[in-house]
């Protein structure tokens, strides 16, 4: 079978594998859609928040069929369409598609209690999000969910700010994009946001006021990871306000006026994934009205692995990108 693997450090191959060999608790999976992500490219380039060790074949963000199970396994069955979660393991100490080869090829082996069932309302390319917008719901939960009486901030308009934006709007929030990229700004709107803030413009606090009626954001999401933006988070957010840090960034700083969180009476939280909320999103998706594949902007075979990795890096034309591992 056809694999994506990578070597060592931005050493990417597509390359012929033996197709795995399951346990009687794996089952055996034929991919159809795998996204990339930009953890995909820490592990390319050597580093990521746990262990690992190379060859290792990406993918964490996938779709797939079963096509066979082992023989303690009696949840799934052959022709069963299942997504899978990505921390796993005693205590979260794995991560699928990490430390452990991922979806990136065209068969790979999963343990059955990492699987979900795909509803009939998901396509193939709309459950390959699950993991991301997984994240995005996660973040309403730690705002305490949202309703039309919130007026929700969103910084960053990649992949997870849209989505969160995306995820605010079906909960019938009103949802103004904070993005200083022009492009993503229009991507930001064209997906439903109320209206996209330059915070780089020096008219960006009066943006902000003329936005939300002078009372600032009554809940904001922070889904760049960058220090000056989580820095923002804490001056657009309303009395009272509610912030959720999506974004991830172990180690930089900038200045933050940190006398706002107990002169506006913050609640923040922070969160690192969506372990624990996976069923949830896939209901969320399957009723909610959201149709999170309106990001992905390119989707390329899996025998162009590596040419998709050279377009999501291309973030200036592309949103999500999209390996096809099954015709």
């Known amino acids: ?46 580093r990521y928040i746990i262990g690992f060790q190379y060859p290792i074949t990406p993918g964490h963000e996938w779709s797939g069929e079963v096509v066979e199970v082992g023989a303690n396994v ?3 069955a052959r022709g069963d369409r299942v997504v899978g979660e990505c921390v796993v393991g005693p205590g979260g100490r794995d991560h699928f598609g990490f430390s452990i080869s991922g979806a990136a090829a065209e068969f790979f082996r999963a343990r059955a209690e990492w699987l979900h069932r795909i509803p009939d309302e998901l396509t193939y390319r709309q459950a390959a999000l699950v993991e991301p917008f997984s994240v995005a719901y996660n973040a309403l939960r730690c705002l305490g969910g949202v309703d039309p009486s919130d007026t929700v901030a969103v910084l960053g308009a990649g992949p997870i700010g849209l989505l969160s934006m ?20 229009q991507r930001a ?14 008219s960006f ?9 002078d009372r600032g954001f009554e809940a904001v999401i922070e889904a760049a990871g960058a220090p000056a933006s989580m820095a923002t988070a804490l001056e657009v957010a309303a009395n009272f306000g509610r912030v959720a840090y999506v974004g991830i960034n172990v180690g930089s700083t900038a200045p933050a006026k940190l006398g706002l969180i107990q002169s506006k009476s913050l609640r923040l939280q922070g969160m690192v994934g969506s372990v624990g909320v996976w069923p949830q999103t896939i209901r969320f998706l399957a009723h909610g009205g959201v149709d999170p594949a309106r990001i992905v902007t390119a989707s390329i075979p899996l025998a162009s692995a590596t040419e998709a990795l050279v377009a999501a890096r291309d973030t200036t034309t592309n949103i999500k990108v999209h390996i096809a ?3």
């Open 74 to 76: 009696t949840d799934f």
């Open 1 to 46: 079978m056809k694999a994506l693997v990578y070597h060592g450090p931005n050493q990417p191959v597509v390359e012929d594998v033996p197709v795995p060999s399951i346990g009687p608790d794996d089952v055996l999976i034929r991919s159809h859609a795998v996204g990339i992500c930009h953890s995909d490219f820490e592990l390319l380039e050597g």
């Open 325 to 327: 591992t099954c015709a």
């Open 166 to 185: 995306m995820a605010a709007t079906a909960c019938h929030a009103r949802v103004i994009s904070i993005e200083p990229d022009a492009a993503r700004r």
């Open 205 to 213: 606090g009066e943006d902000v006021r003329a936005a939300t009626a």
């Open 189 to 202: 709107l064209d997906l439903g946001a109320s209206a996209a803030l330059d915070p780089s413009a020096p």
